[in-house]
């Protein structure tokens, strides 16, 4: 039986959407892109001409959290979040997250988890900042809200750098927990490469580089990973791709396999530059852009996928 797989992307136009069916764990190609916003009963709002990107929907599929520059926030980008009453009803504008996760320096790649709270990267210079960009965690709670945010340890002992750090994705398999996410510079010119980290007594130690993942010559950036820890979605320049910045995938039997080669998710998806995240357990991968245009979605067949609200409402496509 085949069912279907929601992507979402940023890219110069907006947000998107692609559908296609599949057999077994075969996926077909993906549909067309159409724009979250032009989806009839979404807000408009959801796609601005500021920046709008890192889209990425919370566990339960009631919010969706992007980075935006629009008018509004606290300053460079903050991260702000649509709901929705069910998985089956329109998204609602935007609304900024507001303090204590937003600043006045740029604050992006937010990643939702569970009942716990909010991973993200802030740019905001603190007293004991590891480098341009960390990785931080603000706990949730339903009746108070955010907590203050808690920086991740520095390297060697942790996963933040003196550079910057983007696309914390969050993996809990048999009882490890793994942050996934990569570590690249604009000045000083650092190309980026996939870092994992596992958590240990309470605390994500020392990160390695996924090898299997990174590419010498590229700037391998924003990785996220599937629940299950079987397939991630990253952003590349890559050799062999569409544009600066291609959507890659790559996938694997188990968390303990190695990863497969990377391969480019076709034009039909990679329409320009753009940085990745994925949706739920299964293969929903979201995609954005760090220029103006918005939002996109996509959707493609996967007989092990959930059934995401957006690939119900554009069944069709």
Known sequence: MSRMVTLLTLAATGVVVLVASAQAANFGPWGAAVKIDEIPGNSSELNTGSLDGCPIQSPSGLSLFIASNRPGGKGGLDIWVAQRASTSDPWGAPVNLGEPVNSAADDFCPTPVHGKGLYFVSRENLPGACGQGDIYFARLNPARGYSEPERLVCAPNGP???????????????????????????????????????????????????????????????????GDGREVVFSSNRANGFGAQDIWSSTRASVNAPWSA????????????????????????????????????????????????????????
């Open 262 to 317: 990377p391969m480019n998710l076709g034009s039909a998806v990679n329409l320009r530059d753009a940085a990745v995240a994925l949706v739920g357990r299964r293969a929903a991968p979201l995609r954005s852009e760090p220029r103006p245009g918005g939002l996109e979605r996509h959707l493609r067949g996967d007989s092990g996928a959930r059934v995401p609200e957006v690939a119900r409402q554009h069944r069709l496509t």
């Open 160 to 226: 933040n750098t003196i550079y910057d750090e983007q696309g914390p994705s969050l993996v809990t398999v048999g009882g490890r927990e793994f942050l996934f996410f990569s570590t690249s510079s604009a000045a000083p010119a650092v190309p980026g490469d996939i870092y994992m980290s596992e958590r240990i007594g309470g605390v994500f130690g020392p990160s390695v580089a996924v090898g299997s993942l990174n590419d010498a010559t590229a700037n391998d950036i924003q990785p996220n990973v599937r």
